[in-house]
Every structure is written in C-alpha cells, then in structure tokens.
C-alpha cells in the first residue's frame, strides 16, 4: 500500500470573521498549505473538501469546484459532508486517492462559516447534525444532546461537573500559545462551574465557541515528495472511519461512542500501532463530555477512566499523554467543517516541531487526530507518525 | 405550524395523540420508530408493529436554557429520552418541576403544542 506523506499544513486564524466569504478563507488556508508544502497548484491533481452549512450560511452550493478556483486550479473536487466530521472524512477520502494510486498529490481540507448566521441561526445550523424529527422536533439541540450523553454517563460511571470544568480549564490554557485559536483566555474551574447554564450540566464554558475559520493539508506519494524534495516527515499511516445510528435513543449506550471505536480499530489497525504506542492526542471536544468518550471510544482509556484524565494531570500539558494541545475545539475554536483537517495539521506539526506547544511533545513519533460527526453518528480516527 | 407534512412521522404522532402510540420491532429485538422499512442494527426488514407501553422510564435529561428558534419561547425547557421497554423516544417533559426531574421517573408520552410555534412536540408527563 502507498504511503501517504503529509506535505504541508495551513490554517487562518479560527474566530469570528462573519464578514469574510468562504472562498476568500479557504483560499487562505489552502494556498498556505501549498506553500508549505512547495508544491504548485498545477502538480493538484484532487480537492477534497469539507463544509457542513454552507447551503444555509451562505446560500452556496456546490462548492468544490469554487474551492478548488480559490487553490488556482480547475482540477476534480467534491464537497464532503458529515456535519462536525466534514474535513476529517475529507482526510480520509484523500487518503484513499493517494493509496488507490489514482491520486499523487491531493488536497484535502475545509472550511465553514457560521458568525454571520447569529447565535440563533447557528444553533439552528448546528441542531441539523441530529434527527430533524425525532429529536430537533423534541427541543434536542446540539449542546443538549451532548448534555444528554453527560447525564447518561454521570448515572452509569460517576463524574462531576467539576471533572468536566478541569477539562475546560486545560484546554483554554492550552490555546494561550496558540496565535490560531478562537479563544486565548485563561480560564479557572470557579468560572467555568459558575458561567451561565446553556443545557445542564453544561454551562457555556463546556461550549466550543461558534467559529469562522478553514484549515488545509496537503498529502502526496512518497515518490513525488522525494522526486520534489519535499520536507515530509510526517506520514498519515493509519485512517478509520467508523458510523452509528442518528438518533442517540436508537442506541444501546448513550455514554459509548461506537462509531470512534471502530475508527480507531481501523485505523490502528492500518497502522500496525497498538493504544499504547500513542504519545500525543487532538480529540473532538465540542462539548467537555466529548473529549471523555473520545478518549474511551480510542482505546486510551477504559470506560468510565477518562472522566478524571484532566483533573488528575494526565492529559494535561505536562501529563503522559497530552490531548488537545491546540487548544481543542474547546478554545482554539469549532468552524464545523474545518475542523478535522484543523485536527490533523495540529498532529503533524506537534510532532516535526514547529507548533507552538510541540516542546511539551518532543520525543513523541506517533500522534492520533479523532474528529466526530453529530452525536458520534459519524467518525474519523487518523494515526500520524513520524517516519525515519 | 406549516403545511408540510412528513408522511409517517406525522401518523405516529397522531396515534401518540389518540394514546394508540406504537412501534415497530425486528425479529432481534430491535425496537424502531417509524418509518422504517430495515433495522440499522441487524438489517432485519421483517418488522412487527407493537403497541408502545403505557409508561416508560427517563434514562436521561437535560434543561435546555438556549434553544434552536423553535423552541425560544418555551425554555427554559427538559428533553429526556424515554425507555418504554423495547423502544426510546426523545421527548419534551412537562408537568414536573424542571429541577425535580430525575432518572428513573415514569413518564406517559403525549403530543402537544410546543409553545413557540405551536408545532406538535411529542411530550412527556408524570405517570399516573
């Protein structure tokens, strides 16, 4: 199987920028991506691209080849949608070409916009990753669905409130370093358990923000990254996409998260890697709960562990296992679609060294991006390593 | 309320309304709400319609304080999904005090009007 070197990475800055189009973001983050990476838009030979409401926020269809205009090419594209998986499905799908043989260098990335539809039309966007009918249609909305799961998992494993604000505070610590993230605000566990309730238990500290922002990777074969003399040291070696029913009643747990384990089965699997090989973590933390059954639905913890990880230091910056040093969704921000490719550009450069948190990661060889669709009703796992 | 109907969905809540709620089960066990013509779980696509139980039980809750535009006049607001024994339902709580509302509690489905649109919410109150 061809090895899939990761080139390049790009990102604008994650934030509100409600007065900035789609095309002008990714076009930032893409083509940086590009240069990064030294490669010229005509060598492109696919775009993948994810974007979750961008029918809704901005009333444009049809947006891979407008995308790919923005990269300075004409090459095929596709739009990819799984709602907060959008880019991390685009990822695996690039991934894909370039094993297939069909693809030497791909983009793959995405982008959306969301502050320019207001608090209320974003919430609305975003109940759209769950059942229209049976559950936006019974007052479900995305915090409350997660809140759901939390409550859920509180009555069968144990946990605080609390335990969820230690995972809020470190991931907020962790975006100070970052010029990228949404929110660069220290944080303590008093604000976050006293900050308004949006869906108990959650209050707004256990919320990622709602954000603009678009994030880009550039993968090729081992062949033209040596024939182009590209600095590629980092290989995705592993990918797994995992999927579960829609509606959370249709499940057989509300606190396991299925659709990530068998992504990361897949893709540790793929990569010849056990759990324990891992050393760095960007897990999906759209709400604090998540990055709980993240961490279990991987493998990295067992079931009803991860709910203490932030507050007994684990996965803190100076802990074993580092998760979310970006900052997460949590504070380096949420533009839906550009999520899981934002994800994966945080591993890569965590472990060649050039990210701003990389030093708490130094000997690290091998990283796992896992990004979530919805409820976990979609799921990537991607394993990065570094190659000798 | 708008015109648009949904087919299945909409009969589901009127039988829910008629207190001739129902579901449908696969040869596994499998408890659905309609429309479904396969299980997601087994694939099974012999599916038996059974009466949904009289009460069930909430296995989590939430009170929704920032909703979606639907539901801005009713929050603050409790979603609990429902175990009613072979089949959940996702629904509005109404008729116990918003902060007394706990896993365990029996629980009667039910379709009213939410209070923002008037659209049909399907909603759960105190068993008997």
Redesign the interface.
């Known amino acids: 199987m061809t090895q899939v070197q990761l080139a390049g990475t790009g990102m604008t800055t994650f934030g509100s920028h409600p007065d900035r189009t789609g095309r002008d973001m990714f076009a930032d983050a893409g083509l940086a991506a590009l240069e990064d990476a030294g490669v010229p838009a005509g060598d492109v030979d696919e775009l993948f691209y994810g974007n979750f409401v961008g029918t809704l926020s901005e009333g444009q269809g049809h947006q891979g080849p407008l995308m790919a205009e923005a990269l300075g090419t004409t090459v095929p594209s596709r739009r990819i949608e799984s709602a907060c998986a959008s880019s991390g499905l685009a990822v695996h799908d690039a991934v894909r070409a370039i094993r297939s043989g069909e693809s030497d260098v791909v983009v793959a990335g995405g982008m959306e916009r969301m502050t320019n539809m207001g608090?209320?039309?974003a919430?609305?966007g975003l109940?759209s990753a769950a059942d229209d009918?049976?559950?936006?249609?019974?007052?479900?909305?995305f915090?409350?669905a997660y809140?759901?799961?939390a409550?859920?998992y509180f009555?069968e494993y144990g946990g605080t409130h609390e335990d969820l604000a230690h995972i809020a505070v470190k991931n907020h610590d962790n975006a100070l370093a970052n010029d990228h993230a949404h929110l660069q605000q220290e944080i303590t566990v008093a604000d976050a358990l006293d900050a308004?309730?949006?869906?108990?238990?959650?209050t707004l500290y256990d919320a990622c923000p709602i954000s603009d922002g678009a994030a880009a990777i550039v993968l090729t074969t081992p062949e033209y990254a040596a024939e182009h003399d590209l600095e590629a040291d980092v290989a995705i070696t592993g990918a797994g996409h995992g999927g579960d029913?829609m509606?959370?009643?249709?499940r057989q747990s509300?606190s396991k998260t299925p659709a990530t384990r068998d992504a990361a089965v897949d893709a540790y699997d793929d990569a010849g890697i056990e759990p324990s090989d891992i050393s760095v973590a960007e897990v999906h933390d759209c709400f604090t709960i998540a990055e709980v059954l993240a961490l279990e639905g991987l493998g990295l913890y067992s079931h009803g562990e991860a709910i203490g990880a932030a507050r007994r230091g684990e996965t803190r910056r100076d802990g074993e296992l580092p998760v979310n040093l970006s900052g997460g969704l949590k504070a380096k921000g949420h533009p839906v679609g550009a999520t899981g490719a934002a994800q994966v550009a945080a591993i890569a450069t965590l472990l060649d060294g050039t990210h701003p948190r990389a030093d708490a990661v130094d000997d690290a060889t091998v990283g796992v991006a896992q990004n979530a669709g919805g409820t976990v009703a979609s799921a990537t796992v991607h394993v990065l390593e570094v190659m000798e | 309320m708008t015109d648009v109907t949904n087919g299945e969905y909409d009969a589901f809540l009127e039988a829910l309304a008629a207190g001739e709620g129902y579901y449908r089960s696969c040869e596994n066990g499998h408890g659905l709400l309609p429309p479904r013509r396969a299980c997601p779980h087994c694939g099974d696509r012999n599916l038996t319609e059974r009466d949904l139980p009289s009460a069930g039980e909430i296995v989590t809750h939430t009170t929704v304080s920032v909703p979606t535009p639907q539901f801005e006049d009713d929050a603050p607001y409790v979603t609990a999904v429902v175990d009613f024994g072979g089949v959940r339902l996702t629904g509005v709580v109404r008729g116990i005090d918003q902060t007394a509302v706990e896993i365990g509690d029996r629980v009667t489905a039910t379709v009213e009007s939410n209070e923002t649109d008037g659209e049909r919410t399907i909603v759960f109150r105190p068993a008997e």
């Open positions: 608090t209320a039309g919430t609305k109940a009918l049976y559950e936006v249609r019974s007052g479900v909305t915090p409350g809140a759901l799961m409550r859920a009555d308004p309730e949006i869906a108990s238990p959650f029913t509606a959370l009643h249709d509300l």
